[in-house]
């Protein structure tokens, strides 16, 4: 009997799949320790970014049931 698949977990509290099958993710670290960023570090940490394509493979490995 062939054994299932699991979810890592905590990848999949990380990481989204957007409809075009892209993988989405939030930055870390921009909620505290501000007044020494820039305004233009803090207003990029506020955006998503995607996945590169180089580590898309790994990551679909962990979340095999969101993609």
Same mark, same amino acid.
């Given at each position: 009997?062939? =054994? +299932?698949? %699991?979810?890592?977990?905590? &990848? &999949? =509290?990380?990481?989204?799949?957007? &409809? %075009?099958? =892209?993988?989405?993710?939030?930055?870390?670290?921009?909620?505290?320790?501000?007044? +020494? %960023?820039?305004? +233009?570090? %803090?207003?990029?940490?506020?955006? &998503?970014?995607? @996945?590169?394509?180089?580590? @898309?493979?790994? @990551?679909?490995?962990?979340?095999?049931?969101? @993609?």
């Amino acid at each position: 009997m062939a =054994k +299932k698949m %699991k979810t890592n977990k905590t &990848a &999949a =509290k990380r990481f989204k799949v957007t &409809a %075009k099958g =892209k993988i989405k993710y939030w930055k870390g670290g921009v909620s505290h320790y501000n007044t +020494k %960023k820039t305004r +233009k570090r %803090k207003r990029q940490g506020r955006k &998503a970014q995607y @996945v590169p394509e180089n580590l @898309v493979d790994k @990551v679909k490995k962990l979340i095999p049931n969101m @993609v």
